[in-house]
């Protein structure tokens, strides 16, 4: 028997074995660990996986590793990051087998409850209006919609024992596909005055009465399009922006969240359609994001899309024995939600307020000088005065061409206004936005003293206790290259530090002067001296560009400026995003070479591509 990390070698070891082999790859699916830990019929490790935003570099080998949607995508500051849905994680961790020191298994602590949760039991005081149950003469047909594991099949169950309950005909017909891997769900609830008056169990073209989306990706689906019908169909569907599979397979790949609202509102009508992001404010009222199909049914019934009474559909949850009160109070809140929307907002707000990465800079100006104070803590101020060296000198040549077009906004997006004439609205200069921040992410390469200090930043222990509480004892999973061992193949091998590294992460954030000096041994490597070499390589290649600048050829200087965001990660994940970027870098050199002979400074660019 061999753990499954051995699965590459044993597939070697049998292709050397003449005639047939079989190989029996036999694990218990991870969605169905979650859902037998709920019962109590399966060990639950007292062990969480938690990443610290500020050291991950978005590459995405995480999701590569353990191919699962519990790793979502946060927008910072400073790019991309990740981090881990704590109540969709099946404690799998296969994801800590990314190569990546962001990565931090928690021993001990218990997810912090929600804001809301000290005040959720008092939900069934609040009053309500009284909702007047949807009218049918023959049958009424509610399309429930979401992804696996998330208790979408649940929702049918609990509506059809609902309906039983008040004697009513009743049909679930559940498709689930490939739902333990995150697949799209959907549940086929049909009701009657008697069981005599249905005759199928699915709901047919543009015959839904109303869709209950607990996912919005499935909800803009085809398949559930085509079963709503203009002047028909009512729609309640939560917009939180889950990630799907496509994301483990494409570190960029992004939320399209306006074109499947407008594809919603298309096909049922913009007046039937009601967007709420039930997952953020379930998570904000109960501390469990799984809450939030419940939420949504109890948003849904208030809004007069069930045909069985709130009696019946408590005494349902009662008779399932999973979560009771949990699940009660989040029936409760979502009520409420379609009652007064702005209260619920006000509880499930999270005590503390957006961390400091996450908030994002409303002008270049401050963009700059939020990377000009990073730099300095980073190294010191002659390290930053580099950096704003050449940004002032783009913003100088930019400057000369004018302005750019400010970009289209997104629906709902709010248009930043202009502080003063030299501040600029994120977007009015383009090309120094983006020399701004990517020669700012070459500079604060995360090497040992880097990874230290952000380590030993406030906002690490911050973060932590924002989502733990008790006393958790930490587990650093990294690969320092002057102690790690190797894989055959070369790959250096993670290992697990214990809290006796923090100290030691102390003392090397306090060297970090040494770095790039002649006592810096960890500078001495190829990827330390490869990253150093980025810096100067891209100073060269910047100032190059801003001698044959023009305005036509504004767009195609933003793309070479912003060819690192393609540089990811660290070790051999770092090497194979370099190889790619170094390639594109190439094919945009020879575009902006290919119409004007290079003159004055220009010609470095020839040798800049060969660099």
């Given amino acids: 028997v061999h753990y499954r990390s051995e699965l590459d070698t044993v597939q070697r070891q049998l292709r050397e074995e003449e005639g047939v082999t079989v190989l029996i790859y036999d694990q218990t699916c991870a969605a169905e660990k979650r859902r037998r830990r709920k019962r109590g019929a399966f060990p639950d490790p007292d062990r969480r996986a ?13 999701g590569v590793q353990s191919n699962c949607v519990s790793i979502e995508p946060v927008e910072t500051e400073f790019g991309r990051k990740r981090a881990i849905n704590q109540s969709s994680c099946n404690k799998d961790f296969s994801c800590v087998n990314g190569f990546c020191p962001s990565f931090v298994t928690v021993e001990g602590g218990r997810v912090r409850r929600g804001k809301g949760a000290e005040v959720a039991q008092d939900a069934a005081a609040i009053g ?5 149950l949807p009218a049918f003469d023959d049958a ?6 979401g992804i696996g594991g998330t208790g979408v099949v649940t929702i049918g169950q609990i509506l059809g024992m609902a309906a039983h309950l008040e004697g009513k005909g009743v049909t679930v017909l559940d498709m689930a596909g490939l739902a333990q891997k995150n697949g799209a769900v959907m549940s086929f609830v049909r009701f009657a005055r008697s069981p005599e008056r249905l005759f199928a169990p699915r709901i047919g073209t543009a015959s839904a009465d109303a869709v209950l989306g607990c996912g919005i990706v499935v909800t803009a689906g085809k398949d559930a399009l085509a079963r709503m019908a203009p002047g028909r169909t009512r729609v309640v569907a939560n917009v939180a922006s889950t990630p799907t599979a496509d994301f483990t397979r494409n570190a960029d790949w992004k939320f399209p969240l306006g074109s499947m609202e407008g594809a919603i509102a298309a096909a049922a009508g913009l007046e039937a359609a009601s967007f709420v ?31 069985v009474s709130a009696r019946s559909i408590d005494r349902a949850i009662e008779l399932n024995e999973v979560a009771v009160e949990s699940n009660r109070r989040a029936f409760l809140w979502g ?21 400091v990465n996450r908030k994002r800079s409303e002008s270049l100006d401050e963009l700059i000088a939020r990377r000009v104070d990073f730099l300095t803590d980073y190294q010191d101020e002659a390290w930053a005065r580099r950096y704003l060296a050449l940004v002032e000198k783009v913003r100088h040549a930019e400057r000369a061409l004018g302005a750019a077009p400010l970009p289209a906004s997104e ?15 994120i977007g009015q200069w383009p090309l120094t936005e983006a020399v701004a921040s990517y020669f700012f992410k070459l500079m604060s390469y995360k090497d040992e003293y880097e990874v230290a200090r952000l380590y030993t930043r406030p906002e690490f222990s911050a973060r932590l206790r924002e989502q733990f509480e008790g006393e958790p004892r930490l587990q650093f999973h990294l690969a320092p290259p002057l102690l790690a061992k190797r894989k055959p193949n070369g790959e250096l091998i993670k290992q697990v530090y214990g809290p006796w590294v923090l100290p030691v992460f102390r003392v090397l954030a306090r060297l970090r002067r040494l770095r790039g000096t002649a006592l810096d041994v960890f500078g001495r490597t190829a990827e330390r001296r490869g990253e150093r070499a980025l810096i100067d390589e891209y100073e060269r290649t910047i100032g190059a560009l801003l001698d ?21 990660g660290f070790g051999h994940v770092k090497e194979r995003h370099l190889a790619a970027a170094r390639a594109l870098r190439e094919q945009l050199l020879a575009r902006y070479q290919a119409d004007v002979p290079p003159v004055g400074r220009s010609a470095e660019l020839a040798g800049a591509v060969g660099d």
């Fill in 50 to 62: 938690f990443i610290n935003e500020a050291v991950c570099e978005g590459c995405g080998d995480c």
């Fill in 128 to 132: 309500l209006p009284d909702v007047a």
């Fill in 140 to 145: 009424y047909s509610l399309l429930v919609t």
């Fill in 277 to 307: 992001d039930a997952t953020r404010l379930a998570n904000g009222l109960m501390g469990d994001a799984i809450a939030a199909n419940m939420f949504m049914l109890g948003y849904a019934f208030q809004k007069g899309l069930i045909p």
């Fill in 335 to 355: 009520r409420r939600a379609a009652a007064d929307l702005a209260q619920v907002e006000a509880v499930a707000a999270p005590p503390a307020s957006l961390p």
């Fill in 411 to 425: 629906p709902g997006e709010v248009r930043r206004e202009l502080r003063g004439e030299t501040a600029g609205t």
């Fill in 548 to 568: 044959r600048l023009t305005p036509e050829r504004r767009a195609l200087a933003i793309e070479l400026a912003s060819v690192p965001e393609q540089i990811r």
